[in-house]
């Protein structure tokens, strides 16, 4: 591990502990220089379209495996070249501190703490790994650059509760213990603990990516939250990465993709997939001494991982291979489920909220031998229930860029819409088995019963004509089976079943879209394994019943709907949340075990 008072030390002599895990990043680090080895221009002049940011962290992945023991690139005179002169390049084009690149000018007025901060980053690991190969007045030019460049983003606050506040902060404590200048690291810290510390939430863990989690930023906020641990010696924060580490378990499946698609509070879009788990694997590592099953989680997501080459950090996995250290722990899923988390409340269920930015991050997570998220609130056209995957399974459902599951009908859309619109938050949430989460969009009830294998969806809505509709992007998922009674994939437990007549499947850019048209109150939708049947199915009567290979179920769900001109809710009990009344139909609801 690293230690935080040794950490350039440590770093610079990159003394890595040879396991297959380390093993298996450093050859998903070498994938990514294969890319642009033999195209790299030794001279250091940029690429045509090259950005800044690009061009800075390919020096520090160049000079990273220029310089580490367990690359087949060490000591390769190509890459120290390459280093070489992009480093002095930088050098002699910034302006008063500002990093720009040499071909596209200076363009006075930019000055911008965020991408400043992003640009210094790799020009100080890169002079860490390749120092010597410097003379000693290249070194003095390169080390009056990278001073002016921490003066700048000293001169340029980023008070903000997201990524850019974080990184102003990590950066500016990196470049105190490159200069050992405790003048920088004193404003990094005193930064941080203002607007930007907000990024943690303590009422249940996750990271704020602004006001709520993001399936993108939120991963990006916290590698710098790693870097800046590491290089302010802020120990204080350790608790919060561990909640932090433990959200991310809980919102990703045990594959690590992240399904927060309808609560990203900022990135509007389907980045679920595995990228998001580099940025938490050097805090996994990190503090798996303290926490045994993070070492067994980093290495169930490390199988998952895919080619990486320089982005955020240069290449989080560099810090990865840094922290780890060889154990052997087995993996606890009871540490990950939700009652371990603070706050956890089992009349409410696993609810985690934030309502803000015009956009409501409101979501329970299923997480049992699968895992799926249901949104209450969040970014149009991603609410409602997006993706489901079984174990470490690729997903049975999940969304495209263009396309949502969702109930459509005259005026309405569940993939766009809050949980009855914004004028009630209809949710309720009982202990099972079967756990049991009522709630309601506008007059389109979802009912969840959800076991240790299943999640069992009705969609009631008296709206007629209506479709429901089951999104399948083709990257995530695969090749879909469509049957008669099921949706199945070749080789895979996962499924998608139906009570109801089979789909019409449409193709799409990217995927499918599996249409359930026609008549009827209430549809039954399952997501299971091959264990899963529907026993008996009475929508006359409101009543289904099931079977999974963890018993057998009844449910009874009445549901009422209002006319077109009630304002009031179609309601029975109220439920108190922390933001606002729940107003749903409790009372002759009823989900219980029968064998």
């Known amino acids: 591990m690293i230690e935080c008072r040794r950490a350039l030390e440590h770093i610079r002599d990159l003394k890595i502990v040879r396991t297959s895990r380390t093993a298996l990043?450093?050859?998903?680090?070498?994938?990514?220089?294969?890319?642009?080895?033999?195209?790299?221009?030794?001279?250091?002049?940029?690429?045509?379209?090259?950005?800044?940011?690009?061009?800075?962290?390919?020096?520090?992945?160049?000079?990273?495996?220029?310089?580490?023991?367990?690359?087949?690139?060490?000591?390769?005179?190509?890459?120290?070249?390459?280093?070489?002169?992009?480093?002095?390049?930088?050098?002699?084009?910034?302006?008063?501190?500002?990093?720009?690149?040499?071909?596209?000018?200076?363009?006075?007025?930019?000055?911008?703490?965020?991408?400043?901060?992003w640009y210094l980053e790799p020009l100080i690991f890169a002079l860490l790994w390749m120092d010597a190969e410097f003379s000693d007045a290249e070194r003095a030019r390169l080390h009056r650059m990278i001073r002016c460049a921490a003066d700048l983003l000293c001169a340029l606050p980023c008070d903000e509760t997201n990524n850019r506040g974080v990184v102003r902060a990590a950066v500016l404590c990196l470049a105190g213990r490159f200069l050992g200048d405790e003048h920088y690291l004193h404003i990094g810290r005193d930064a941080f603990h203002k607007r930007p510390a907000l990024v943690f939430n303590r009422s249940d863990g996750q990271i704020n990516e602004g006001t709520g989690p993001d399936i993108n930023y939120s991963g990006t906020t916290y590698e710098y939250l790693y870097q800046y641990r590491l290089f302010s010696e802020d120990a204080g924060i350790d608790p919060d990465m561990i909640a932090g580490l433990r959200w991310f378990a809980w919102v990703m499946d045990d594959a690590g993709r992240i399904g927060l698609h309808g609560a990203s509070t900022r990135l509007k879009g389907t980045r679920g997939g595995f990228h998001k788990v580099n940025d938490i694997l050097p805090a996994l590592e990190r503090y798996a001494g303290a926490e045994p099953p993070f070492d067994a989680l980093a290495g169930r997501y490390a199988a998952s991982l895919a080619a990486a080459?320089?982005?955020?950090?240069?290449?989080?996995?560099?810090?990865a291979m840094l922290e780890h250290e060889p154990r052997e722990t087995a993996f606890d899923s009871a540490f990950f489920a939700h009652a371990s988390l603070p706050h956890y409340a089992p009349r409410r269920g696993p609810l985690f909220g934030r309502h803000d930015e015009g956009f409501d991050a409101c979501y329970y997570v299923f997480h049992k031998d699968h895992q799926s998220i249901a949104y209450l609130r969040g970014r149009p056209p991603y609410k409602g229930f997006q993706h489901w995957t079984w174990g470490r399974e690729r997903p049975v459902i999940w969304p495209l860029a263009s396309r949502a599951s969702t109930t459509v009908a005259w005026g309405l859309n569940t993939a766009a819409q809050g949980v009855s619109g914004n004028k009630f938050l209809d949710s309720h949430w009982e202990e099972g088995p079967p756990h049991l989460l009522a709630m309601r969009f506008a007059d389109v009830w979802h009912h969840y019963l959800v076991t240790r294998s299943s999640v069992v969806l009705v969609i009631s809505s008296n709206?007629?004509?209506?479709?429901?509709?089951?999104?399948?992007?083709?990257e995530?998922?695969?090749?879909?089976?469509?049957?008669?009674?099921?949706?199945?994939?070749?080789?895979?437990?996962?499924?998608?079943?139906?009570?109801?007549?089979?789909?019409?499947?449409?193709?799409?850019?990217?995927?499918?879209?599996?249409?359930?048209?026609?008549?009827?109150?209430?549809?039954?939708?399952?997501?299971s394994n091959e264990s899963f049947a529907f026993l008996d199915v009475h929508p006359e009567r409101?009543?289904?019943?099931?079977?999974?290979?963890?018993?057998?179920?009844?449910?009874?769900?009445?549901?009422?709907?209002?006319?077109?001109?009630?304002?009031?809710?179609?309601?029975?009990?109220?439920?108190t949340l922390e933001k606002g009344v729940t107003n749903v139909t409790t009372g002759m609801i009823r989900a219980r075990r029968i064998g």
């Open 476 to 527: 995530e998922c695969g090749v879909p089976i469509v049957g008669e009674q099921a949706v199945t994939y070749a080789d895979r437990r996962g499924r998608l079943l139906y009570a109801h007549g089979a789909p019409e499947p449409r193709r799409l850019p990217g995927g499918w879209e599996l249409r359930f048209a026609g008549g009827g109150v209430h549809r039954a939708y399952a997501f």
């Open 542 to 575: 409101d009543t289904l019943t099931f079977r999974d290979d963890t018993g057998a179920y009844e449910f009874h769900f009445p549901c009422r709907f209002r006319a077109e001109d009630d304002d009031t809710p179609a309601a029975t009990g109220k439920y």
């Open 309 to 319: 080459g320089p982005h955020h950090s240069i290449c989080p996995l560099i810090w």
């Open 463 to 474: 709206l007629s004509p209506r479709e429901d509709r089951w999104v399948i992007c083709r």
């Open 25 to 117: 990043y450093m050859e998903l680090m070498e994938r990514g220089m294969e890319r642009r080895y033999e195209a790299l221009d030794t001279s250091g002049a940029a690429a045509p379209g090259e950005d800044i940011r690009n061009y800075t962290a390919w020096a520090g992945f160049a000079a990273f495996h220029w310089a580490c023991p367990l690359s087949r690139y060490r000591g390769d005179t190509r890459l120290r070249q390459a280093v070489r002169g992009r480093l002095l390049r930088m050098a002699e084009a910034q302006v008063d501190g500002e990093l720009t690149l040499p071909e596209a000018g200076y363009a006075p007025g930019w000055r911008q703490a965020l991408g400043n901060s």
